[in-house]
């Protein structure tokens, strides 16, 4: 195990508390990219594809737990952070908020060194919520909150109603709103209904999000894509993809996206 890298760590949330909850885009294109869960080889080979020209990488939360290489993963993602801090965005998903939301596995969290876990899970309660485009792309890693507008997105805070339905939400394609609590996960549940009233009141027209193994890739007739980039969910997710969004075009749904596996 290595030994922690306390400037590494500082330098990051300096620029994480810095950073607005919403982070906003424009021009250029846009790499999102899916759970990774450890899974470095991943990682490594998108930003070896990508990170080489000027397109922007959103990765969208759930970097820890579940693959080999939890540590390894997240370091070099914070080093990326540090090296291209305009470039590179790391959003949070649920596993990077454990101080606020209790989940299973958690192998990252339990094999930590004695004293790691607080200087961690302090770091990662920092990270950006959601990424937001002008050509109509919002990207996040679970369910839309319960918001009116993007400037709410902006004050959801960390523990709270709405950032639980961010990190830990899921879809269903049932026509209701909010469908209550899954009683086996106990995440939230949210059927086509929340889903268009809350896009409607943000302006947007697709959702990027990852999250969901379990869930088709895309639903809502075209406007809700569910992306994942890790080997840890190679039996329900066999290839592991990223989508890649011209931000200089307008996007009216996942037709006018490209994915690519990786």
């Not at 469908?179 to 990027?208: C, N, Q, Y």
Request: aromatic share 10%; net charge negative.
């Amino acid at each position: 195990m290595s030994s922690l890298d306390h400037g590494l760590i500082e330098e990051a949330q300096s620029i994480f508390e810095k950073e607005p909850k919403l982070i906003e885009i424009g021009q250029g294109e846009a790499v999102f990219v899916g759970d990774t869960h450890g899974d470095l080889e991943a990682t490594e080979r998108i930003v070896a594809r990508y990170m080489g020209s000027e397109r922007k990488l959103i990765f969208l939360g759930d970097y820890v737990d579940r693959g080999y290489h939890s540590r390894e993963n997240i370091e070099t993602l914070l080093r990326l952070k540090v090296q291209y801090p305009q470039r590179l965005f790391l959003l949070m998903g649920n596993h990077e908020g454990i101080e606020a939301l209790r989940f299973c596995p958690a192998d990252f969290w339990e094999e930590l060194p004695e004293g790691e876990f607080p200087v961690w899970s302090r770091l990662l309660s920092k990270l950006p919520l959601a990424v937001s485009a002008q050509n109509g792309i919002i990207a996040l890693h679970g369910a839309l909150p319960d918001v009116a507008s993007l400037e709410e997105i902006k004050g959801i805070e960390f523990g709270s109603k709405r950032w639980y339905e961010t990190v830990w939400g899921d879809w269903t394609e049932a026509e209701e709103g909010f469908l209550g609590e899954d009683p086996f996960s106990g995440r939230p549940t949210f059927g086509r209904k929340w889903f268009e009233r809350i896009m409607r009141a943000l302006g947007k027209h697709v959702l990027i999000r990852s999250h969901q193994p379990t869930i088709r890739e895309v639903i809502f007739e075209g406007r809700c894509l569910t992306l994942f980039s890790s080997s840890a969910y190679r039996f329900v997710r066999p290839l592991r993809k990223v989508a890649i969004v011209d931000l200089e075009r307008e996007v009216r749904s996942v037709k006018d996206i490209r994915i690519e596996p990786i």
